[in-house]
């Protein structure tokens, strides 16, 4: 019995194409030629999607908006900003079903999701696992892509991330800053997806839907902050004495991060979330090391650490902020 080889799917829609994820998706999946690229955004939204996007506005507070939006799609992809309302991804999710949409990639970018759905390090595994329940609903099957911290993002946002505060040319390193760790581009991220979506829907091998309810694990490097420091030092021509260094363990900054959050601060969760990625016994946070990626399936290319560096440090001469009008600290 011969099976049909289907072509890929053309329709995508994504929730979040005006923000950096979202925006590498978008336009990686657009250089394509293969996709059509529909961008959801709130009615009054002013934020600018990638060209050839097709923009629909949507009220996240109306099911049959969502509903409505997202029929005849084949693909969705939602990207969340932390500050999202923590119903949100449910209802768009459960809205996709309702419309028929067959593929969901859900909001959990971040390390692989264990077996339990958590582990004792994952401080965002519950919620990870619970977004793609949700994208395993009705209709919809699931195809998550974890990647690991997303490495400009988390070198340029500061102290509280990577343990950089590259302006002032201060590190802290938790322990003893070489504890290696999966991270990804968003680059990288947008050229996993388009790939991904680029393969025959069904009847080959590999396919889309030999992915159905599956984790797609991928990454750019494997590095420790002094991996970074050393990056660092080769874009920007300084050296170990150029710097202040400081070390932490990795536990006190957990634990800080806890206080933080008790008091409401945004840089409390960053704290606990990267402390915890950099603890020697979580093996999640370096999954690359352990763990069959789809890199080579997908035909990624080898990225240059250094580049990747570059890019951050030209985010913050930039003056790129990613929290606008907020109170980080």
């Known amino acids: 019995m011969t099976t049909m080889t289907t072509k890929p799917i053309e329709k995508v829609a994504i929730v979040g194409a005006t923000g950096r994820i979202g925006g590498a998706f978008a336009q990686a999946l657009l250089k394509t030629g293969r996709h059509t690229v529909t961008a959801l955004t709130r009615q009054n939204s002013e934020a600018i999607v990638p060209d050839g996007a097709h923009i629909v506005r949507v009220d996240y507070e109306d099911d049959e908006s969502l509903i409505k939006a997202l029929e005849g799609q084949q693909f969705l992809v939602i990207t969340l900003s932390v500050r999202a309302p923590d119903n949100l991804h449910g209802r768009i ?97 947008g050229r996993a997806l388009a790939s991904l979506l680029s393969l025959p829907e069904s009847g080959a091998t590999p396919s889309l839907a030999q992915f159905k309810n599956k984790q797609v694990l991928i990454n750019s490097f494997r590095v420790s902050q002094r991996d970074m420091l050393d990056s660092l030092h080769r874009v920007l021509g300084t050296s170990d004495a150029d710097w202040d260094i400081t070390y932490e363990p990795a536990e006190k900054r957990i634990a800080d991060g806890i206080a933080e959050m008790a008091q409401g601060k945004l840089t409390g969760f960053a704290k606990r979330l990267y402390g915890a990625g950099f603890l020697s016994t979580n093996k999640q946070s370096d999954f690359a090391a352990s763990m069959d990626l789809a890199n080579e399936i997908l035909g990624l290319p080898k990225e240059d650490l250094d580049e990747a560096t570059q890019r951050a440090v030209d985010m913050l001469e930039s003056g790129w902020n990613p929290f606008p009008g907020e109170t980080l600290v």
């Open 93 to 189: 999710a459960a809205a996709a079903s309702k419309a028929g949409v067959p593929y969901i990639m859900p909001n959990a970018f971040g390390n692989p999701i264990s077996s339990d759905g958590a582990n004792e390090h994952e401080v965002m595994g519950k919620i990870m696992a619970e977004r793609v329940q949700d994208a395993q609903n009705g209709n919809s099957s699931s195809i998550t892509m974890p990647c690991g911290f997303w490495y400009e993002w988390s070198l340029a946002l500061g102290e509280q991330w990577f343990g950089f505060t590259i302006k002032d040319r201060k590190v802290t390193f938790f322990d003893d800053g070489k504890r290696v760790i999966t991270v990804s581009t968003w680059d990288q991220c």
